[in-house]
T-cell receptor, first 108, second 117 residues
Framework: GIQVEQSPPDLILQEGANSTLRCNFSDSVNNLQWFHQNPWGQLINLFYIPSGTKQNGRLSATTVATERYSLLYISSSQTTDSGVYFCAVGTSNYQLIWGAGTKLIIKP | KAGVTQTPRYLIKTRGQQVTLSCSPISGHRSVSWYQQTPGQGLQFLFEYFSETQRNKGNFPGRFSGRQFSNSRSEMNVSTLELGDSALYLC????????????????FGPGTRLTVL
């Protein structure tokens, strides 16, 4: 089955710093989503991005489907950006396959 | 538009009991999926329903079952609970994809946190 790898597993930054999170996947996919999981467990949709580039405020994402990777950029980090970021890819049988996540800690 | 709702939010059960979790999708969404999240295994797919039919099931024992009603609401049931079933159970809804097998953008509920003692 499809493998999804996220890097780095942990990231500690000072407020105001920029960061890049990476998601590699092992096969072609029909869906790729980035999520932020808050401390209470809620998964918040960041981007639905099977290919191309999208931006939303301080966040942007790029997926290069032909090379099987996606990047999530966070600029000017704030403490509220802390949490776990997940990449999930859609397969051909109605399910999302998840990466292990990147735990981001933003220090004030 | 209201988001995905899940009830209850928290549950404490003992080994051997059974539990039923409920999920109401976003209005207009007919596909409902369930995922289990544990610290050791991460997020794993349980099953997906569309139009009251289970179209796919993940690699979980038969103690895990689910169903979907005609109004797209879904329930999942876990029988004979084990300590390892302690987890956050997440429900997601989406518009049904046009392409067979495809996954549209999924939106998640707040989850039900199940603790088995």
């Amino acid at each position: 089955g499809i493998q999804v790898e996220q890097s780095p597993p942990d990231l500690i930054l000072q407020e105001g710093a920029n960061s890049t999170l990476r998601c590699n996947f092992s096969d072609s996919v029909n869906n790729l989503q980035w999520f932020h999981q808050n401390p209470w467990g809620q998964l918040i949709n960041l981007f639905y991005i099977p290919s191309g580039t999208k931006q939303n405020g301080r966040l942007s994402a790029t997926t290069v489907a032909t090379e099987r990777y996606s990047l999530l950029y966070i600029s000017s980090s704030q403490t509220t950006d802390s949490g776990v970021y997940f990449c999930a890819v859609g397969t051909s049988n109605y399910q999302l396959i998840w990466g292990a996540g990147t735990k981001l800690i933003i220090k004030p | 538009k209201a988001g995905v709702t899940q009830t209850p939010r928290y549950l404490i059960k003992t080994r051997g009991q059974q539990v039923t979790l409920s999920c109401s999708p976003i209005s207009g969404h007919r596909s409902v999926s369930w995922y289990q999240q544990t610290p050791g295994q991460g997020l794993q797919f349980l099953f997906e329903y569309f139009s009251e039919t289970q179209r796919n099931k993940g690699n979980f024992p038969g103690r895990f079952s689910g169903r979907q009603f005609s109004n797209s609401r879904s329930e999942m049931n876990v029988s004979t609970l084990e300590l390892g079933d302690s987890a956050l159970y997440l429900c997601a809804s989406s518009y049904a994809p046009v392409m067979r097998g495809a996954v549209n953008e999924q939106f998640f509920g707040p989850g039900t946190r199940l603790t088995v003692l």
